[in-house]
T-cell receptor, first 113, second 111 residues
Framework: GAGVSQSPSNKVTEKGKDVELRCDPI?????LYWYRQSLGQGLEFLIY????????KSGLPSDRFSAERTGGSVSTLTIQRTQQEDSAVYLC???????????FGSGTQLSVL | QKEVEQDPGPLSVPEGAIVSLNCTYS??????FMWYRQYSRKGPELLMY????GNKEDGRFTAQVDKSSKYISLFIRDSQPSDSATYLC???????????FGKGTRLSVIA
């Protein structure tokens, strides 16, 4: 079966541009997470979707960051007016329902020039 | 003080050595403890999962949790070059809270 799929795998953009990152979770998984991994840093929680509940946005670093999940499946993370400090690997993970066993995608490497 | 502290290494050991990886944490509410392994340019994958205090063994891997000391460990016996990766500890409290990760320890096992 397919794992968590993320696209693009690499994205280079100019400062001030908007970017969209896509995540296809494992079929049937109700929970979906976005994390950010910067060089030398651990995984930083961004946002969490569980079924039809309101998402937990407590980790979003600023209002330039937003995410949606359509039809309880595919999710898009949008970063508006990108800054150089947004450069990182953005990881998506899904889970059958609980918050413990996360299945991660390979991530999108975002570089803001 | 960060919620989870983990020495980033790098740690380099010869093949066959016993490896000890550790994390400390400050939040006494944490009850679920995990170790993830991350190969270069890949996402983390779950390696070990432990609830509350105690030991758990799976093949060459043993996870230990000491809640009284707020300290968790991962031991790798008979280490192999294929174990070369970054190891991240992660933990969460009961209820609806996100996993908190350590920075990861980069391990190299030299043949």
């Amino acid at each position: 079966g397919a794992g968590v799929s993320q696209s693009p795998s690499n994205k280079v953009t100019e400062k001030g541009k908007d970017v969209e990152l896509r995540c296809d979770p494992i079929s049937g998984h109700t929970a979906l997470y976005w994390y950010r991994q910067s060089l030398g840093q651990g995984l930083e929680f961004l946002i969490y979707f569980q079924g039809n509940s309101a998402p937990d946005k407590s980790g979003l670093p600023s209002d330039r960051f937003s995410a949606e999940r359509t039809g309880g499946s595919v999710s898009t993370l949008t970063i508006q007016r990108t800054q150089q400090e947004d450069s990182a690997v953005y990881l998506c993970a899904s889970s059958p329902g609980g918050r413990d066993q996360l299945f991660f995608g390979s991530g999108t490497q975002l570089s803001v020039l | 003080q960060k919620e989870v502290e983990q020495d980033p290494g790098p740690l380099s050991v010869p093949e066959g050595a016993i490896v000890s990886l550790n994390c400390t944490y400050s939040n006494s509410a944490f009850q679920y403890f995990m170790w993830y392994r991350q190969y270069s340019r890949k996402g983390p994958e779950l390696l070990m999962y432990t609830y509350s205090s105690g030991n758990k063994e799976d093949g060459r891997f043993t996870a230990q949790v000491d809640k009284s000391s707020k300290y968790i460990s991962l031991f790798i016996r008979d280490s192999q070059p294929s174990d070369s990766a970054t190891y991240l500890c992660a933990m969460s409290s009961s209820g609806n809270t996100p996993l908190v990760f350590g920075k990861g320890t980069r391990l190299s096992v030299i043949a």
